[in-house]
């Protein structure tokens, strides 16, 4: 029996038709194009409508990939979701969306790292492939962020959008090479406090927004520039490779000044950097295989390149993977 090599065997994404540009967004708060783009290199998000949920981002994005790949829903053995904004806690996300593709029966999980859980999703989506139990395996990030934003925080309020990406494991395809996933504690730094019973939802904690996401920008921008530096050090040196053999850069779409930071001081130079929150906002665990896929789409990555994703968020949480197309 040959060596399994689990793979990826096709993207996909999908986002919602409404555009909020930096200027909707100065209607609301007090704020400006001009102080976001400066700030965060957002431009504009998509926004979805009150009865479009994550799941439902996540089947469109799902249908795309599982076509790439050349194969039907039918043939997808096991469902993996990363999200911060699950339809329910339980039935979880990934229940929903074995519903939507007809596939009731398939093992389906949701994995809760915020930013990092398409990480996460990658590196258990390819251990099942490799592991011979499972063929086909879908793993999706996916974000109905606006739905869980307080509109009365100019701080984190323009930050966020909505969508979804997804990516078909399976033996072939583009080998993912290498994965790592850590957990770093950090309650403080990026948390939404009414999503669980530590904090139940009142009137005096409604009234405060503690069903809503909260950011510390500085705590974020510190794990950035040191630890999720550290990791890709070690990312590199661990499987052998120099930040010159490094082709394309796919990070987590947080904030565009920081990424570019966080790549010249890893030596990632010479490497590409996909860079799209300019146009979708950081749409947490979306944003890696949304911007996978959309760079797939434009035949932006040759055959035999070294591709480097990078996640963290929420946690705090971290990880790599390093995909050779």
């Given amino acids: ?26 209607k609301i708060v007090d704020t400006s194009d001009e102080w976001i783009t400066e700030r965060t290199g957002i431009k504009e998000r998509r926004f979805a409508a009150d009865d479009v949920f994550t799941s439902d981002l996540a089947t469109e994005a799902a249908k795309i990939a599982i076509a790439n790949a050349g194969l039907t829903a039918k043939d997808i053995d096991y469902i993996l979701v990363g999200t911060a904004s699950p339809d329910n806690s339980f039935p979880n996300t990934a229940n929903y969306i074995t519903k939507n593709l007809d596939v009731i029966g398939t093992p389906a999980l949701d994995v809760s790292t915020a930013c990092s859980g398409f990480i996460y999703c990658l590196e258990l989506a390819t251990s099942l492939v490799n592991s011979g139990k499972y063929r086909n395996v879908l793993a999706l990030g996916a974000e109905t962020l606006s739905k869980i ?19 078909v494991i399976g033996n072939g395809g583009h080998e993912v090479i290498a994965t790592k996933c850590y957990s770093h504690f950090n309650y403080d ?19 405060e927004g503690y069903q809503y996401i909260r950011m510390n920008g500085r705590e974020v921008y510190r794990f950035v520039v040191s630890t999720c530096v550290e990791m890709l050090a070690e990312a590199l040196e661990s499987n052998n490779l120099k ?22 001081k890893v030596g990632l130079e010479n490497a590409r950097m996909v860079i799209n929150i300019n146009k979708y906002g950081n749409t947490s665990s979306a944003s890696i295989p949304m911007a996978l896929a959309e760079t ?28 050779r197309w």
């Fill in 189 to 207: 730094a990026l948390n939404r406090p009414s999503s669980g019973m530590r904090i139940m939802p009142s009137t005096e904690n409604i009234e």
């Fill in 149 to 167: 934003t307080d509109f009365r925080d100019r701080s984190t309020c323009v930050l966020f959008g909505d969508g979804a990406g997804a990516v």
């Fill in 243 to 264: 930040p010159e053999q490094i082709d394309l850069f796919i990070p987590h779409q947080a904030n565009a000044v920081m990424l570019d930071f966080a790549k010249k």
């Fill in 1 to 26: 029996m040959s060596e399994i090599r689990a793979g990826i065997l096709g993207t996909g994404m999908f986002v919602p038709d409404r555009v909020v540009t930096n200027d909707d967004m100065a």
């Fill in 296 to 323: 797939v789409d434009a035949n932006e990555i040759k055959e035999g390149e070294l591709v480097l994703l990078m996640g963290f968020g929420g946690g705090l949480s971290s990880g790599y993977a390093i995909v």
